[in-house]
Structures are given as structure tokens and as C-alpha cells.
């Protein structure tokens, strides 16, 4: 995937945050452009703004309203969708939501919504889009977290669905290697997202303080690591080296990981406690 000139790509999430980041960038490369998401206004604002940085005449854009969580408006919209543009060549998913809390404040109904956003919203668009694929071939990028590789406290709920992700993916990507259909998981850390602000409102003083000495990403920042990412073909693709470190940390020293972070947690609870007094 070293030109995406030409190439039809669908990307759910993509009125706002890293999906409209990455819109912006393939418009740029010279690819066709289909946004999913719930919001029309945003949809269509966001659609106004990567038509005006597209690369060639004759690139195709278009915006469809589409709660991915639910199969049935995925089965219409993206039946429209390759319709339109006739064909789909790479599928983005970045739909997504967090809403950290401590395990036991996190209600099933929560649960049940982010598992439904997070991951059954990645398994509806693939189900649907695959058999489509496999006769071109494709690439499909599905979009986890670092706390899809390492378990960050306040995140129960994210995580869970975040880890399925990529477990998900790898299973996917061994079964459609055949089809010369490529699968790829991008872990983005905390980004300075419409969604990053809506988490900041739930968070717990514990989980601040494990991401108080990362940096925040810009969404183009994240897109700009995705794009090289699947230019190279990576499977997993992280998009700053604080990410790598703790990844490769994770896989090889992981007592380390929870060493660094047990650390921080019991420091601020030691505070709480302190305070209560």
C-alpha cells in the first residue's frame, strides 16, 4: 500500500478526531473518500473540508449517517456506499468511546454500549465488507489502544473492548492473508480528541496520574504514523515512541509496566487518604 491514488476508502469515525484526521490525509494522497458516523451536521462539515485539501480532480467524496453498533443501518449504508463509489479498497474503523471509571461505578448498560461501539462495531463493518474484498483484495485497519496492549486502571470496560480488538484482528488477518487482503490494528495513545475531552470528565484521579507524563497526540499526528504504518504493512502501529517503549517494555519486562504504574496509583490514593484525615 505504497499509493493510495485512486484507492476507495471507507472510515467509520470520520466526522471527527483521528478518523477526520486521516480522512484529511488520504484526500491529500489522492484517494476516494466515504465518512460513517452519527452526526450529520459534523459529517457534513468534515466532508467540506477534506474535499478542499483533495489532491487530483475526479477524487470521489461522500458522507453517510451510520451507528456501526448496530448491523442492520451498517448493512444499508455501506450497501449505498459501494454502490457509489463501486468498490471499497481499504476499510478504516475508528469509531470508538471511553468513559474511565472505577470498575464497580462502570453500570452493564455501559459495558454493554462500549463493547457494542468498540468492538462489535469493528466486527459488523469487517463481516459486511470482507466478502467484497475478497475478490481485489484489500487492507482493513481496526482501531484498539494502547490500553488495548496494557490494562490501565479506570479502563475496565475500554480495555476489555480494546484487547478483543486486537485479538480479533490477528485471528482476521491470519484467515484473510489468502484473499491478499491485509489487516493492520492501530494503537494510538491518549489524543487531543473530541472523545479525549468527554473521558477527562469521568476519569479517575489514579488514571490522571499514569497519563500525566505521556504526551497528548494531535489527531494528524496519529493519522501521519497510520498512513506510514500501512505504507509498511505493520500489523500493530503505534504512533510515537513513548508507545513503542511501553509496548516492547509490556511484552518483554511486564512486572516493569505494573511496577511504574502500582506506583503512581498508591501514591495518589496515599494522598486521598491523607486528605480525608
Known amino acids: 500500500m505504497e499509493n493510495f491514488s485512486g484507492k476507495t476508502v471507507f472510515i467509520t469515525g470520520g466526522s471527527s478526531g483521528i478518523g477526520f484526521a486521516v480522512a484529511k490525509l488520504l484526500s491529500q494522497e489522492g484517494a476516494n473518500i ?3 458516523a452519527r452526526n450529520k451536521t459534523r459529517l457534513a462539515e468534515s466532508l467540506i473540508t477534506i474535499e478542499q485539501v483533495k489532491r487530483r480532480h475526479g477524487q470521489r467524496f461522500a458522507w453517510y449517517q451510520c451507528d456501526v453498533s448496530d448491523y442492520t443501518q451498517v448493512k444499508k449504508t455501506f450497501t449505498q456506499a459501494l454502490r457509489q463509489f463501486d468498490g471499497c479498497d481499504i476499510l478504516i474503523n ?6 474511565p471509571r472505577y470498575f464497580e461505578d462502570i ?3 455501559q459495558f454493554e454500549e462500549t463493547m457494542k461501539i468498540n468492538m462489535f462495531g469493528v466486527w459488523n463493518t469487517c463481516w459486511f465488507l470482507v ?8 487492507y482493513i485497519v481496526n482501531t484498539s489502544s494502547v490500553a488495548g496492549l496494557v490494562g490501565v486502571f479506570g479502563y475496565t470496560d475500554y480495555s476489555a473492548s480494546k484487547f478483543a480488538i486486537i485479538g480479533f484482528s490477528e485471528a482476521l488477518k491470519s484467515e484473510l492473508k489468502r484473499y491478499n487482503i491485509t489487516v493492520s ?3 494510538p495513545p491518549d489524543t487531543d480528541t473530541p472523545g479525549f475531552a468527554v473521558e477527562n470528565k469521568t476519569k479517575p484521579d489514579e488514571t490522571k496520574e499514569i497519563s500525566k507524563s505521556a504526551k497528548l497526540l494531535t489527531p494528524d499526528e496519529v493519522a501521519a504514523a497510520l498512513v506510514q504504518g500501512m505504507k509498511k504493512k505493520k500489523f500493530i502501529i503505534l504512533a510515537n ?5 511501553t509496548w ?8 516493569l509496566v505494573e511496577l511504574i504504574m502500582n506506583s503512581k496509583i498508591t501514591g495518589i490514593q496515599k494522598k486521598k487518604k491523607k486528605t480525608k484525615k
Not at 516492547?248 to 512486572?255: D, G, N
Open 34 to 36: 466515504a465518512l460513517f
Open 248 to 255: 516492547f517494555v509490556k511484552r518483554y519486562a511486564p512486572w
Open 107 to 109: 453500570s452493564i448498560k
Open 94 to 99: 475508528c469509531a470508538g468511546r471511553a468513559y
Open 185 to 187: 490494528v492501530l494503537c
Open 241 to 245: 515512541f513513548d508507545s513503542k517503549l
Open 131 to 138: 466478502p467484497h474484498m475478497k475478490a481485489n483484495g484489500g
